[in-house]
């Protein structure tokens, strides 16, 4: 229930700000002269950014309010707390619902751009085509050890979508990444046991090799999205 529950908790942080608030009166206009309207303007800018990650886009402000105002003074409320219960029940399975044909229609679309990507990607001189269907170019080959699919390995990587969006990178953050390559995504544990210490790759990951339609939360990566990762293997640790 965990719309339920980021509705009650909002709701509670907000009790003592709206309290000193003009209750006759709400607007998009901000007023951020004091340390309280900061705060306010914060709490009500993650709520109403949470709902929205949520798929909460038809909000009716005037009952959104008088429910609000009515929770503020300890009013009788129109419904019932189990028919409220209910009602976010039911709206949170519908909203679920929702939420997953969107999913599917979004993978299905970018799987598609995906291919058309991957049989035109397929086609270049330097590019190699495994059997799982994973893409992957040698930029530099290395001289080193390879690893295994148990392998802990030490990389520098930077991960970007078709558009040429980058989603993250290790070069960003100036830091190298260090894990065990049985936790990460297929196209990862196959691709750099074709690496030896040293060389660095381009490879092009389908989904279903990547994330599929369950891509990590908050991250620019869509369901059914190809992922092109550069890495450079730096170290085998654990062989």
């Given at each position: 229930m965990r719309l339920i529950t980021y509705f009650v908790?909002?709701?509670?942080?907000?009790?003592?700000?709206?309290?000193?608030c003009d209750r006759a009166e709400y607007s998009s206009s901000e007023n951020l002269a004091t340390k309280a309207d900061s705060v306010s303007y914060s709490l009500g800018f993650f709520y109403g950014n949470g709902l929205s990650t949520e798929g909460v886009d038809d909000i009716e402000m005037k009952n959104f309010i008088a429910g609000m105002l009515q929770g503020l003074e300890r009013q009788d409320p129109a419904l019932?707390?189990?028919?409220?219960?209910?009602?976010?029940?039911?709206?949170?399975?519908?909203?679920?619902?929702?939420?997953?044909?969107?999913?599917?229609?979004?993978?299905?679309?970018?799987?598609?751009?995906?291919?058309?990507?991957?049989?035109?990607?397929?086609e270049r001189?330097?590019?190699?085509?495994?059997?799982?269907?994973?893409?992957?170019?040698?930029?530099?080959?290395?001289?080193?050890?390879?690893?295994?699919?148990?392998?802990e390995v030490?990389?520098?990587?930077?991960?970007?979508?078709?558009?040429?969006?980058?989603?993250?990178?290790?070069?960003?953050r100036n830091q190298t990444a260090t894990f065990p390559l049985n936790r990460v995504?297929?196209?990862?544990t196959e691709g750099l046991q074709l690496m030896s210490e040293g060389a660095t790759f381009e490879f092009f990951i389908p989904s279903e090799l990547g994330y599929g339609n369950n891509p990590p939360p908050g991250s620019p990566i869509q369901p059914g999205s190809l992922l092109i990762f550069e890495v450079e293997l730096i170290n085998v640790i654990t062989e």
């Amino acid at each position: 229930m965990r719309l339920i529950t980021y509705f009650v908790l909002m709701s509670t942080a907000l009790l003592f700000l709206f309290s000193s608030c003009d209750r006759a009166e709400y607007s998009s206009s901000e007023n951020l002269a004091t340390k309280a309207d900061s705060v306010s303007y914060s709490l009500g800018f993650f709520y109403g950014n949470g709902l929205s990650t949520e798929g909460v886009d038809d909000i009716e402000m005037k009952n959104f309010i008088a429910g609000m105002l009515q929770g503020l003074e300890r009013q009788d409320p129109a419904l019932d707390e189990m028919q409220m219960q209910q009602v976010l029940q039911q709206f949170q399975q519908e909203l679920q619902a929702s939420q997953a044909e969107r999913r599917e229609l979004d993978a299905a679309a970018n799987i598609e751009e995906a291919q058309r990507f991957l049989e035109e990607n397929a086609e270049r001189d330097d590019v190699m085509v495994t059997e799982s269907g994973l893409q992957y170019r040698v930029i530099e080959e290395g001289t080193g050890a390879s690893p295994t699919a148990e392998s802990e390995v030490e990389v520098h990587y930077r991960g970007t979508l078709i558009d040429g969006e980058e989603f993250d990178s290790s070069y960003e953050r100036n830091q190298t990444a260090t894990f065990p390559l049985n936790r990460v995504i297929p196209g990862w544990t196959e691709g750099l046991q074709l690496m030896s210490e040293g060389a660095t790759f381009e490879f092009f990951i389908p989904s279903e090799l990547g994330y599929g339609n369950n891509p990590p939360p908050g991250s620019p990566i869509q369901p059914g999205s190809l992922l092109i990762f550069e890495v450079e293997l730096i170290n085998v640790i654990t062989e």
